[in-house]
């Protein structure tokens, strides 16, 4: 059976639940999982005391975790880990974060980086949080 029979087979009906189901659903995805862009990220390690830093200005910086300094590079609105001495380099794969409630972190080095809008309050976690 090939794929115009069985759209031939279909009722009216039929084409209209489709139809209906498919708009329901990139409706729903445009509506619940919008992302907005982030204007600054907290930056937090046990050696140091919480860093906000604004995406909006060109940085690097060099934060102390648990193993070592970790650089964390600030550019158009991006943030990410391009160092740091952890084993794996999870962090640095993990590549540039720029949406509200992203979270990403060196975990041996025990530094996060988590962004935020100064508009929204809210927190946007998956099923992990630390």
Known sequence: M???????????????????????IITSYFYFW?????SYAIIKSPQQKSLQVSLNENQLYNIQGALGKSAIE???????FISSPCQNKFCIQHGWQQHHGNLTACLPN?????????NQTENYYDAINF
Do not use: E, H
Not at 5 to 15: E, G, Q, R, V, Y
Not at 74 to 80: H, L
């Open 2 to 24: 090939t794929l115009q029979n069985i759209i031939s087979d279909f009722k009216l009906a039929d084409k209209a639940v489709f139809l209906f189901s498919l708009s329901l």
């Open 34 to 38: 919008q992302s907005t862009p982030a």
């Open 74 to 80: 600030v550019k158009q609105g991006k943030i990410r």
């Open 110 to 118: 025990r530094i996060s980086i988590q962004l935020a809008n100064l």
